[in-house]
Nanobody
Framework: QVQVAESGGGLVQAGGSLRLSCAASGRTFSRNAMAWFRQAPGKEREFVAG????????TTANSAKGRFTISRDNARDTVYLQMNSLTPEDTAVYYC?????????????????WGQGTQVTVSS
């Protein structure tokens, strides 16, 4: 039974920072790419950032480049999303996802397991 669980969301003022964490259990975490997606009210779920099973250069959406950093700790079966310079447009439910394979994909169909999501709200 694979479980993926996010934590670290909350309310922050514009310009502030948050660090999201995602813990995966029940599967060999280090074999699979991991990613963060987000879904704002009334919008489609979108890719934010992803990291291959071995780490290396992450894949980051244009909207997050220069502000968000994804990292992973395979020893702890955990992936992180450091979010800086937040704006109200970053308000969304953020989801962590475990990929089918070792490399990042930006489409949702590339991911097998999903967390329940954590709310991030950025006030102006």
């Amino acid at each position: 039974q694979v479980q993926v669980a996010e934590s670290g969301g909350g309310l922050v003022q514009a310009g502030g920072s948050l660090r999201l964490s995602c813990a995966a259990s029940g599967r060999t975490f280090s074999r699979n790419a991991m990613a963060w997606f987000r879904q704002a009210p009334g919008k489609e779920r979108e890719f934010v950032a992803g990291i291959n099973r071995s780490g290396g250069t992450p894949t980051t959406a244009n909207s997050a480049k220069g502000r968000f950093t994804i990292s992973r700790d395979n020893a702890r079966d955990t992936v992180y999303l450091q979010m800086n310079s937040l704006t109200p447009e970053d308000t969304a439910v953020y989801y962590c996802a475990l990929s089918w394979g070792p490399t990042v994909r930006t489409d949702q169909t590339g991911y097998l397991y999903w967390g329940q999501g954590t709310q991030v709200t950025v006030s102006s």
